[in-house]
C-alpha cells in the first residue's frame, strides 16, 4: 500500500490575521510576525527532504513556503502553487470581522462563536450555515468544499509515491476540517486553530487519510 507523508503547515501570520478578518480566498500580506513564523516553521522542517512542495495559490502560503524551503537544504524541489487546497471560501463575509461574521451565522443556531458552532455541530456543520446565512450564497458549503479537496488529495496521490514526504503550505481552517473529518476517531481535537506557522501531518495512502500529529509548535 503506497503511504505519501504529508506535512501541513500553516501560513505565517497576515494582517488580516492580526486585525481578526475573515480570511478564505481574500488575502493579504504576511506580517514582520508572519515571515518569522515561515522561517521558524523551515527551521523546525530543515532535515525532512520533500519530494514535492506544494501550497494553495494564495500570496501567504506561497510565501510562507518558500521561506520554509529556503532553510530546507536537503530538498531541490519546484514549489507548486494549487488552488485546491485555498482556504474555505467565506462568500459575503470575505474581509469581515470575525466575531461579528460567526455571530451573524451561528445565532440562527443558538451558538455565539466559531468555536460554539464547532462544539455543538462540528465543523463541516459550520460550512453548511454560512452558505446558508450568506446572501448571495457563494461561501462554500461541505460538499463544494470536500469535492475540492478530494481532487486536491488525488493529485498528492498521483505525484507521489510511496514513501514520500510531501510539504503543503495551507490555511487555518483547511487543516482544521482535515483533522476533524480524518482524525475525530482517533482523538484530535480542533476546537482550537492551528497556530500560524505550526506544523501538521498526515499520512496519505490509497485507503485514505491518517492524522499522525495536529498544530505543533516550532520553536527557534
Do not use: C
Amino acid at each position: 500500500m503506497k503511504t505519501v507523508t504529508v506535512y501541513l503547515v500553516r501560513h505565517g501570520q497576515t494582517w488580516f490575521n492580526k486585525f481578526n478578518k475573515m480570511q478564505g480566498w481574500s488575502d493579504s500580506p504576511l506580517t514582520e510576525s508572519g515571515l518569522a513564523d515561515g522561517r521558524r516553521a523551515g527551521e523546525a522542517l530543515k532535515h525532512i527532504t520533500f519530494t514535492h512542495a506544494y501550497s494553495s495559490d494564495t500570496m501567504r502560503a506561497n510565501n510562507t513556503a518558500k521561506l520554509v524551503l529556503a532553510n530546507n537544504f536537503n530538498s531541490h524541489v519546484v514549489l507548486t502553487a494549487t488552488p485546491l487546497f485555498r482556504e474555505q471560501f467565506y462568500g459575503y463575509y470575505e474581509g469581515e470581522d470575525s466575531a461579528k461574521a460567526w455571530y451573524a451565522v451561528g445565532a440562527p443556531h443558538g451558538a455565539r462563536t466559531f468555536k460554539e458552532l464547532i462544539e455543538k455541530f462540528g465543523v463541516d456543520a459550520t460550512k453548511d450555515f454560512m452558505h446558508e446565512a450568506d446572501p448571495f450564497h457563494d461561501a462554500e458549503d461541505a460538499l463544494t468544499y470536500w469535492t475540492r479537496l478530494q481532487k486536491g488529495f488525488k493529485m498528492l496521490r498521483d505525484e507521489n509515491q510511496n514513501g514520500d514526504n510531501v510539504l503543503l503550505v495551507t490555511h487555518g481552517t483547511t487543516i482544521r476540517s482535515i483533522i476533524d473529518k480524518f482524525g475525530k476517531d482517533d482523538g484530535f481535537v480542533v476546537t482550537d486553530s492551528p497556530r500560524n506557522g505550526s506544523i501538521s501531518k498526515i499520512a496519505l495512502t490509497d485507503e485514505g487519510v491518517k492524522v499522525l500529529s495536529y498544530n505543533e509548535l516550532a520553536v527557534m
